[in-house]
């Protein structure tokens, strides 16, 4: 009886260690490894993403460090930054038509208000309509002076910012930057990413 039971109690504390593992994340692009001009051509093309990390932002002699949730969808941006500010934390959203900012008090502002009150807790004027392809380590549609390095971009100037990808790791399909630094006179942002997701 007794050996049943101890049996009973192996079976039921090894299922109870079993778990699922979780399904791997979705692969979009061609692959890590996959040549970068064809890497480069479908990053262009993406227009659906998200992902987390952290931001170290310096201007103007000062600077702060926060928590950093992007998300990509078709003709929009969502921009959430947690840490201090002065105020804790603040969601921005963004598109062609529209520029909207709320604070962590639930403060909303949109339009030119918006740029104005991001640009005086930041320091800068954030460049929101390149930053959805500057996170892929691509430039914008448009002039922009590439540096590369066997044929993956290395940094790119565009718009007065320079762009570095200090360390890529493969994400989505692709390989992403996982550093990457972005700087132009008196203002500098430093990105390290922890995931990507679809």
Request: with cysteine.
């Amino acid at each position: 009886m007794r050996a049943r039971l101890a049996a009973a109690c192996l079976v039921a504390l090894a299922i109870a260690g079993c778990k699922t593992a979780p399904p791997p994340a979705p692969v979009v692009g061609p692959g890590a490894d996959a040549p970068w001009d064809l890497q480069r051509e479908q990053l262009g093309k993406l227009d659906r993403y998200s992902l987390n990390g952290r931001v170290a932002v310096a201007a103007n002699g000062q600077g702060f460090t926060a928590s950093l949730r992007y998300a990509q969808s078709p003709g929009s941006s969502d921009l959430a930054l947690d840490g201090p500010l002065g105020i804790g934390g603040l969601r921005v959203a963004y598109s062609a038509d529209e520029l909207r900012m709320t604070n962590s008090k639930g403060v909303r502002l949109d339009g030119d208000a918006a740029r104005a009150d991001l640009e005086r807790r930041l320091g800068f004027a954030l460049p929101l309509g390149e930053l959805r392809w500057w996170l892929l380590g691509v430039p914008a549609p448009g002039e922009a002076n590439i540096e590369e390095t066997a044929g993956e971009i290395r940094a790119f100037t565009q718009n007065g910012w320079r762009v570095s990808i200090n360390a890529r790791a493969p994400g989505l399909g692709f390989a992403l930057p996982q550093k990457l630094t972005a700087e132009r006179e008196g203002a500098r942002l430093k990105l390290l990413v922890e995931n990507w997701q679809p």
